[in-house]
Nanobody, 123 residues
Framework: QVQLVESGGGLVQAGGSLRLSCAASGRVFSSYAMGWFRQAPGKEREFVTAITWSGGRTYYADSVKGRFTISRDNAKKTGYLQMNSLKPEDTAVYYC????????????????WGQGTQVTVSS
């Protein structure tokens, strides 16, 4: 089992930045690929970005490419999502997830999930 806990969400003005963290415990975090998803009210959970177990390769949804950066520190068992140039349409609950399939875009392909952290971007 892997337990994931997100933090770092909050309220920010459009154009601002936030850095989300995903702290892992339990089984070896470095064995798993990691992804970030988001879900806005009334919408399905949406893929945002993913990173391989080593951190060597990353993949982004077109909507966040160039603005968001995913990273991980396996020694600290923590993943990160740096979000810059935030837009009101980025408002959602953000979830981190861990799984064995790299770059999976389908939430069903991840084995472990955090509880989510709210990000609200005001215009």
């Amino acid at each position: 089992q892997v337990q994931l806990v997100e933090s770092g969400g909050g309220l920010v003005q459009a154009g601002g930045s936030l850095r989300l963290s995903c702290a892992a415990s339990g089984r070896v975090f470095s064995s798993y690929a990691m992804g970030w998803f988001r879900q806005a009210p009334g919408k399905e959970r949406e893929f945002v970005t993913a990173i391989t177990w080593s951190g060597g390769r990353t993949y982004y949804a077109d909507s966040v490419k160039g603005r968001f950066t995913i990273s991980r520190d396996n020694a600290k068992k923590t993943g990160y999502l740096q979000m810059n140039s935030l837009k009101p349409e980025d408002t959602a609950v953000y979830y981190c997830a861990a799984g064995s399939i790299p770059f999976a875009r389908d939430p069903g392909e991840y084995d472990y999930w955090g509880q989510g952290t709210q990000v609200t971007v005001s215009s």
